[in-house]
């Protein structure tokens, strides 16, 4: 557990924020993928810590940055962190994503931009990252945002609100000739979809899975999926699964 000070806190739109925490001690030792478990004031300990993934480190800094949803009250209360606060942070915790290999795609739908953002930074070889949501105003974060050295951005919503019309899997279809593998976080059904290609296609997939969660270590078994060859837990055996170890169900 660790006491971290928030140094720079921006709300964005439609209910979204990202907090910067000072972490030196976690940032030294966290890779894209993993998460950490944000435990409430004192004044609030009735409430179950919030998992959030990894969005950004600066390592020289010492500064990691989370990207979340405003929804319930815990995050409502994180939202309102000042700077100069101080929060408890478990972690990094979980498996995460291995290296990603050249002419890696990219996937993600909604609050599943959080950590294949990070993924994305830890790199500068060609990579492309398709990211989409149904309109425009539930994109966690702002394109702009997102321009990265080697990195090819497609933005998509289904409304057309935003960069190119329709859903993030019409848009993965025609990149798969010149794909190595696949690297995808988002809402279930997303993720059923590139499951789907990349078996029809015979490429490489992994998944970062989204479940409530109550420990992040594994103790409550709170967070179990049903996987090939049995039952496995998103916190400590993921959130990151080869595509071809788990079974999606939504």
């Given at each position: 557990m660790q006491a971290c000070p928030v140094t720079e806190k921006r709300i964005l739109a439609?209910?979204?924020?990202r907090l910067t925490l000072k972490a030196p001690v976690l940032v030294r030792e966290a890779y894209p993928g993993?998460?950490?478990?944000?435990?409430?004031?004192?004044?609030?300990?009735?409430?179950?810590?919030?998992?959030?993934?990894?969005?950004?480190l600066d390592r020289q800094k010492g500064e990691l940055s989370l990207l979340f949803a405003v929804k319930g009250e815990g995050t409502r209360l994180l939202a309102g962190a000042i700077t100069g606060s101080v929060w408890k942070l478990l972690g990094p915790l979980g498996k995460g994503f291995?290296?990603?290999?050249?002419?890696?795609?990219?996937?993600?739908?909604?609050?599943?931009?959080?950590?294949?953002v990070f993924l994305?930074?830890?790199?500068?070889?060609?990579?492309?990252?398709?990211?989409?949501?149904?309109?425009?105003?539930?994109?966690?974060?702002?394109?702009?945002?997102?321009?990265?050295?080697g990195l090819k951005l497609i933005v998509t919503t289904e409304d057309g609100s935003r960069g190119r019309k329709g859903n993030v899997t019409d848009?993965?279809?025609p990149l798969l000739s010149d794909t190595e593998a696949l690297f995808a976080c988002g809402p279930v059904k997303m993720l059923q979809a590139v499951v789907?290609?990349?078996?029809?296609?015979k490429k490489k997939a992994w998944v970062s899975l989204e479940e409530r969660m109550a420990c992040g270590i594994g103790a409550c078994l709170g967070c179990v999926v049903a996987g090939k060859k049995g039952y496995s837990l998103v916190c400590s055996d993921g959130p990151v699964f080869p595509a071809k170890e788990?079974?999606?169900?939504?």
């Open positions: 439609a209910g979204h924020c993993q998460f950490v478990m944000v435990y409430m004031p004192d004044e609030h300990r009735h409430m179950l810590p919030r998992p959030l993934s990894i969005f950004a291995p290296a990603l290999p050249p002419k890696a795609l990219l996937i993600a739908g909604g609050m599943g931009i959080a950590p294949l994305a930074a830890s790199t500068e070889s060609p990579r492309t990252l398709v990211y989409g949501a149904r309109t425009a105003s539930q994109l966690a974060c702002p394109p702009e945002d997102l321009e990265l050295p848009m993965v279809y789907s290609l990349s078996e029809k296609y788990v079974v999606l169900h939504g």
